[in-house]
C-alpha cells in the first residue's frame, strides 16, 4: 500500500500533466492560428512562455474567444 509520499507524488503527476499539455496546446494555437497584426502574436508568446499555465489560461479565456469570433479560426 502507498504511503502519503507516493500519494502525492501520483495527484502532483495527474495535476501536471494535463496543465502542461494545455501550456503546450495554447502555445502552438498561438503560435500558427494567431493573426500577425503588430505584434501582438510575439507577445502572446512571451505571455504563454513566460507567465506558464497562467499565461495559457489568459490566453485561453480572454484572447482566444476573441479571435474566434473575429477571424472564426
Do not use: H
Amino acid at each position: 500500500m502507498p504511503g502519503m509520499g507516493e500519494l502525492l507524488i501520483i495527484v502532483m503527476i495527474l495535476i501536471m500533466l494535463p496543465l502542461t499539455g494545455l501550456w503546450v496546446w495554447t502555445l502552438v494555437d498561438c503560435a500558427m492560428k494567431e493573426p500577425s497584426e503588430g505584434n501582438d502574436k510575439i507577445v502572446w508568446i512571451l505571455i504563454i512562455v513566460f507567465a506558464g499555465v497562467i499565461g495559457a489560461a489568459i490566453y485561453f479565456f480572454a484572447r482566444r474567444p476573441q479571435r474566434m469570433a473575429k477571424f472564426g479560426r
